[in-house]
């Protein structure tokens, strides 16, 4: 409620679980919401939780990905698809004779349309044009990515001439696939099969590190020719090899495997360069000291074996193909308005700010399922636009509009295992408590930082952060209705004369998805809860410095700490999403620190606004972050007796949980034109080497000794990891559910309360 209803609970009617529910049925969403009624949602969810709650085993997983179709039960698999990532073509779609038609017809002639029943005919000439293509895409395209990727689905030609109208950067190749005068600059990662790259090697048919290997790699580096990233591919495989080779030479363990003994230290005999090299990291170096005697190639070069897996691009190459994006964006800051970043690997919320402080014209930005940017990312990336649009505006320049997101989901593992879960907002289980209370925690931060911005599309319907939220495993109409009951509550009229009981039936169902969750009396709410205790208890958080319902606050924080001491569930849901460890994210991380020597991670960033409706649900309370001590006297009282004088702390965020801040990270100027920072990009680059290396070592030791057997006495060594021995791999394993608590909903447990919550007519 407002903070200032004082009349609030005056002329309240009934309304419990069954009144909301009715609600629901009867009436229609918030038209900003969606258009489509209860019923038809939690059918699409049912069935949508029904297709995934199904894992094949791991061999038809792999054989699936060599096959067009692979059929279980009902389900069907389609892994052989027309593309490699957004308008990268495969060649069974380029061999199509429309496609064919429409990349070979010249710019400046208009194109014969085919049948398309979603688009007028006169559209097609119009978009092919030399000069008014690109101008058209650029509309389309500030839309978001789903809005173009319609327009390209509607016919091949369509797809052609979308793909082929705005500047297209690949980022494995570090190199323009398509260059033209357009202000849109799409960045994508294409997926290539292992066999995709061999190509190149049977193409070319030279030796590997011969003189006119190196000779021909240069020159296709200076055309920009995209073997060049396969031939470099092939080429780094050879040089973690080289590397493995000589540290298990001088890392050599002459107690055995370091899993096997008791002994984890570095053996005595490893060489101080080895030491040097791998920085002391003991796992790194015992690692190494394992490994079997090298001699021709190991299993853990991924172009050993099948052609039809996906290609995995080095962390080194991935660090290197950063650099070099970020210098072109600086190179082309002067006219891109439109930014895409599809899947881009080591693109954290810091490298993104150095990007979007750095590409002063930038109006609208889209983040598309980039590894290490999570859901909890979108508030500090929301205070980031705040602070370049006040930094703008006092330059008269055009602000950040609108801001287009679909945060890293977590499919988990792909196969059937008695770990794998889906959970989409991380890798691993996170307690109940604080992941549906964070996650909703989240939304409505979000939701009123972007209305109070004026930002357009990322809570828009049919967009992509709706189409994650509502993907993510969760209570049917969950987020629906908490968005639907936000904005019937910010848009009360403040003097209908029944405002206090629409505001609280608002809240009700506002509050409801996260409490069915985590409550088990949640039916009889009325009248006690409903009158008594819904929105008459505030708690503010000493990590955000933010005020709201004590819903978002965990069950510890309510029952146990004092009031200055509590901590959002939103922030402690950014900390756990910060931290998890799984696809080597500490080890990417820690690259990215060193490229920020200057970053203030516990500093925090400027605050965007709520929008002012809102203020009843949450409020920024204190921005203090420095808590003084208290000048009490012992002084004598009214009675005679000497006593110190009562004293409530102040609530204050004195006690910053996620480091999410964005304060004092180098420029965009700075990457592609300073030297120091060059030269630390090359130390980094250097540095992820020695991360490849010892990735591909630990993976060498799985196959050496798998799961399952025991050879020459020594344990498997997968078990012995929390990744199952596969870092950033195919078979890396998730963390165990632990017994003693609830977790966060997967797609299964996600299944079953639906059927649950519709045989209760909730």
Same mark, same amino acid.
């Given at each position: 409620m407002d903070f200032d209803d004082d009349d609030f609970r005056c002329r309240v009617t009934r309304y419990g679980m069954s009144e909301s529910r009715k609600r629901l049925s009867d009436g229609k969403f918030h038209p900003d919401v969606t258009t489509k009624t209860a019923a038809q949602l939690e059918n699409e969810t049912i069935r949508y939780l029904k297709s995934r709650v199904f894992r094949p085993d791991r061999s038809k997983?792999?054989?699936?990905?060599?096959?067009?179709?692979?059929?279980?039960?009902?389900?069907?698999?389609?892994?052989?698809?027309?593309?490699?990532?957004?308008?990268?073509?495969?060649?069974?779609?380029?061999?199509?004779?429309?496609?064919?038609?429409?990349?070979?017809?010249?710019?400046?002639?208009?194109?014969?349309?085919?049948?398309?029943?979603?688009?007028?005919?006169?559209?097609?000439?119009?978009?092919?044009?030399?000069?008014?293509?690109?101008?058209?895409?650029?509309?389309?395209?500030?839309?978001?990515?789903?809005?173009?990727?319609?327009?390209?689905?509607?016919?091949?030609?369509?797809?052609?001439?979308?793909?082929?109208?705005?500047?297209?950067?690949?980022?494995?190749?570090?190199?323009?696939?398509?260059?033209?005068?357009?202000?849109?600059?799409?960045?994508?990662?294409?997926?290539?099969?292992?066999?995709?790259?061999?190509?190149?090697?049977?193409?070319?048919?030279?030796?590997?590190?011969?003189?006119?290997?190196?000779?021909?790699?240069?020159?296709? /580096?200076?055309?920009? *020719?995209?073997?060049?990233?396969?031939?470099? %591919?092939?080429? =780094? #495989?050879?040089? $973690?090899?080289?590397?493995?080779?000589?540290?298990?030479?001088?890392?050599?363990?002459?107690?055995?495997?370091?899993?096997?003994?008791?002994?984890?230290?570095?053996?005595?005999?490893?060489?101080?360069?080895?030491?040097?090299?791998?920085?002391?990291?003991?796992?790194?170096?015992?690692?190494?000291?394992?490994?079997?005697?090298?001699?021709?190639?190991?299993?853990?070069?991924?172009? /050993?074996?099948?052609? *039809?897996?996906?290609?995995?691009?080095?962390? %080194?190459?991935? =660090? #290197?193909?950063? $650099?070099?994006?970020?210098?072109?964006?600086?190179?082309?800051?002067?006219?891109?308005?439109?930014?895409?970043?599809?899947?881009?690997?080591?693109?954290?919320?810091?490298?993104?700010?150095?990007?979007?402080?750095?590409?002063?014209?930038?109006?609208m930005v889209g983040v598309y399922n980039c590894p290490l940017i999570h859901f909890g990312d979108v508030i500090p990336i929301l205070d980031l636009i705040h602070e370049i649009n006040n930094d703008r505006r006092k330059k008269n320049m055009p602000k950040i509009e609108a801001f287009d997101f679909f945060p890293h989901f977590n499919q988990g593992t792909p196969y059937a295992h008695e770990n794998a879960a889906t959970y989409g907002i991380s890798w691993g289980p996170i307690e109940m408590d604080i992941a549906q209370r964070g996650f909703y925690a989240i939304i409505l931060k979000?939701?009123?930082?972007?209305?109070?911005?004026?930002?357009?599309?990322?809570?828009?319907?049919?967009?992509?952060?709706?189409?994650?939220?509502a993907k993510v495993p969760n209570i049917p109409l969950g987020v629906y209705s908490f968005l639907d009951a936000?904005?019937?509550?910010?848009?009360?009229?403040?003097?209908?004369?029944?405002?206090?009981?629409?505001?609280?039936?608002?809240?009700?169902?506002?509050l409801k998805p996260v409490r069915v969750a985590v409550e088990k009396h949640v039916a009889h709410d009325w009248p006690k809860y409903y009158l008594k205790k819904m929105a008459t208890t505030f708690f503010c958080?000493?990590?955000?410095?933010?005020?709201?319902?004590?819903?978002?606050?965990?069950?510890?924080?309510?029952?146990?700490?004092?009031?200055?001491?509590?901590?959002?569930?939103?922030?402690?849901?950014?900390?756990?999403?910060?931290?998890?460890?799984?696809?080597?994210?500490?080890?990417?991380?820690?690259?990215?620190?060193?490229l920020c020597p200057d970053w203030e991670q516990k500093a925090f960033n400027q605050d965007a606004p709520l929008f002012r409706g809102g203020v009843g649900l949450i409020r920024l309370h204190s921005t203090e972050t420095v808590r003084h001590m208290p000048n009490l006297v012992f002084a004598e009282g009214v009675d005679g007796v000497y006593r110190w004088p009562p004293y409530w702390q102040r609530l204050m965020r004195d006690a910053k949980l996620p480091h999410d801040s964005l304060v004092k990270l180098p420029r965009l100027e700075d990457v592609a034109l300073d030297e120091a920072t060059g030269r630390r990009w090359l130390d980094v680059i250097a540095s992820a080497v020695r991360e490849d290396v010892h990735r591909l070592g630990i993976l060498e030791l799985r196959k050496t000794y798998p799961t399952g057997s025991k050879r020459k006495g020594i344990p498997a060594y997968g078990p012995t990891r929390e990744d199952g021995g596969a870092p950033d791999d195919l078979d890396e394993i998730q963390p165990p559910i632990p017994d003693e608590r609830r977790c966060f909903f997967d797609y299964s447990k996600a299944l079953d309360t639906a059927r649950k919550l519709l045989k209760e007519s909730w």
């Amino acid at each position: 409620m407002d903070f200032d209803d004082d009349d609030f609970r005056c002329r309240v009617t009934r309304y419990g679980m069954s009144e909301s529910r009715k609600r629901l049925s009867d009436g229609k969403f918030h038209p900003d919401v969606t258009t489509k009624t209860a019923a038809q949602l939690e059918n699409e969810t049912i069935r949508y939780l029904k297709s995934r709650v199904f894992r094949p085993d791991r061999s038809k997983y792999v054989k699936s990905r060599k096959q067009t179709f692979i059929t279980s039960g009902r389900i069907c698999y389609r892994l052989r698809r027309l593309t490699k990532g957004p308008w990268f073509v495969t060649e069974r779609l380029s061999n199509r004779p429309a496609f064919k038609a429409a990349a070979s017809r010249p710019k400046t002639v208009a194109a014969v349309i085919e049948t398309a029943p979603f688009i007028p005919p006169e559209i097609v000439p119009v978009v092919g044009h030399l000069y008014l293509g690109p101008k058209i895409m650029e509309d389309v395209f500030r839309d978001g990515h789903k809005t173009a990727m319609r327009l390209s689905l509607t016919s091949s030609k369509m797809f052609k001439l979308v793909g082929d109208n705005v500047n297209r950067w690949d980022f494995c190749a570090m190199a323009y696939v398509v260059e033209v005068p357009s202000s849109v600059m799409i960045v994508e990662v294409p997926q290539h099969t292992i066999g995709d790259i061999l190509e190149a090697q049977k193409k070319y048919k030279l030796r590997l590190d011969s003189p006119e290997w190196k000779e021909t790699r240069q020159r296709l /580096e200076s055309l920009q *020719d995209f073997d060049n990233y396969k031939l470099r %591919s092939i080429e =780094m #495989e050879q040089v $973690f090899f080289q590397w493995a080779r000589i540290w298990r030479a001088e890392c050599l363990r002459v107690a055995g495997p370091y899993w096997a003994t008791d002994d984890q230290e570095i053996d005595p005999l490893t060489t101080d360069r080895a030491k040097q090299w791998w920085k002391d990291d003991a796992n790194g170096i015992n690692v190494m000291g394992s490994l079997e005697p090298l001699d021709k190639m190991w299993s853990a070069n991924q172009f /050993e074996g099948t052609k *039809d897996k996906l290609h995995k691009m080095p962390i %080194s190459l991935a =660090m #290197e193909s950063l $650099f070099k994006l970020m210098t072109e964006l600086h190179r082309a800051r002067s006219h891109i308005e439109v930014l895409h970043l599809h899947k881009v690997p080591l693109l954290d919320r810091r490298m993104l700010a150095i990007i979007l402080r750095g590409l002063p014209h930038v109006t609208m930005v889209g983040v598309y399922n980039c590894p290490l940017i999570h859901f909890g990312d979108v508030i500090p990336i929301l205070d980031l636009i705040h602070e370049i649009n006040n930094d703008r505006r006092k330059k008269n320049m055009p602000k950040i509009e609108a801001f287009d997101f679909f945060p890293h989901f977590n499919q988990g593992t792909p196969y059937a295992h008695e770990n794998a879960a889906t959970y989409g907002i991380s890798w691993g289980p996170i307690e109940m408590d604080i992941a549906q209370r964070g996650f909703y925690a989240i939304i409505l931060k979000a939701v009123l930082k972007s209305k109070g911005l004026g930002l357009d599309l990322l809570f828009s319907k049919d967009h992509a952060f709706m189409d994650y939220l509502a993907k993510v495993p969760n209570i049917p109409l969950g987020v629906y209705s908490f968005l639907d009951a936000v904005y019937r509550y910010i848009e009360v009229d403040r003097w209908a004369w029944n405002r206090g009981d629409i505001k609280l039936q608002a809240i009700y169902d506002m509050l409801k998805p996260v409490r069915v969750a985590v409550e088990k009396h949640v039916a009889h709410d009325w009248p006690k809860y409903y009158l008594k205790k819904m929105a008459t208890t505030f708690f503010c958080c000493c990590s955000c410095g933010y005020q709201t319902f004590m819903e978002f606050f965990s069950a510890d924080s309510i029952n146990l700490l004092q009031p200055h001491r509590r901590i959002c569930c939103a922030c402690h849901l950014q900390k756990r999403l910060d931290a998890e460890t799984d696809h080597l994210k500490a080890q990417k991380k820690g690259l990215l620190d060193k490229l920020c020597p200057d970053w203030e991670q516990k500093a925090f960033n400027q605050d965007a606004p709520l929008f002012r409706g809102g203020v009843g649900l949450i409020r920024l309370h204190s921005t203090e972050t420095v808590r003084h001590m208290p000048n009490l006297v012992f002084a004598e009282g009214v009675d005679g007796v000497y006593r110190w004088p009562p004293y409530w702390q102040r609530l204050m965020r004195d006690a910053k949980l996620p480091h999410d801040s964005l304060v004092k990270l180098p420029r965009l100027e700075d990457v592609a034109l300073d030297e120091a920072t060059g030269r630390r990009w090359l130390d980094v680059i250097a540095s992820a080497v020695r991360e490849d290396v010892h990735r591909l070592g630990i993976l060498e030791l799985r196959k050496t000794y798998p799961t399952g057997s025991k050879r020459k006495g020594i344990p498997a060594y997968g078990p012995t990891r929390e990744d199952g021995g596969a870092p950033d791999d195919l078979d890396e394993i998730q963390p165990p559910i632990p017994d003693e608590r609830r977790c966060f909903f997967d797609y299964s447990k996600a299944l079953d309360t639906a059927r649950k919550l519709l045989k209760e007519s909730w």
